[in-house]
């Protein structure tokens, strides 16, 4: 069993910045990788970003590649999703979630069918 907790979420203008963490705990395996999705309101859950367990791999959709930073931090468990210059189509709920195996393809990479374990979700919301 995997637990996965996100935090970090909150208001924030555009153009300003925000980051996610993820907690992920419980049976891990090296084999893992972790993933971000965010779902706005009347609208399927989108791939945002994904890396793997020790880093390396980052993988991005092209609406937040160049904006969006996936981390690791190496002495924990904890994921992070740094967001800048976020515009109000950012505004989403963001989940966490966990892979556990290899993808090789992007279109795998990025299906929410891949993911085993998700997390709560956390509130993002981009307004003026």
């Known amino acids: 069993q995997v637990d996965v907790v996100e935090s970090g979420g909150g208001l924030v203008r555009p153009g300003g910045s925000l980051r996610l963490a993820c907690e992920v705990s419980?049976?891990?395996?090296?084999?893992?990788?972790v993933g971000w999705f965010r779902q706005a309101p009347g609208e399927e859950r989108q791939f945002v970003s994904s890396?793997?367990?020790?880093?390396?791999?980052?993988t991005y959709s092209a609406p937040v590649k160049g904006r969006f930073t996936i981390s690791r931090d190496k002495m924990t468990t904890t994921f992070y999703l740094s967001m800048n210059i976020l515009q109000t189509q950012d505004t989403a709920v963001y989940y966490c979630?966990?892979?556990?195996?290899?993808?090789?393809?992007?279109?795998?990479?990025?299906?929410?069918?891949?993911?085993?374990?998700w997390g709560r979700g956390t509130q993002v919301t981009v307004t003026s």
């Open positions: 419980g049976r891990l395996y090296d084999r893992y990788y």
């Open positions: 979630a966990v892979r556990d195996r290899y993808c090789p393809s992007y279109e795998c990479a990025s299906s929410t069918s891949q993911f085993v374990y």
């Open positions: 890396i793997k367990w020790y880093g390396g791999e980052e």
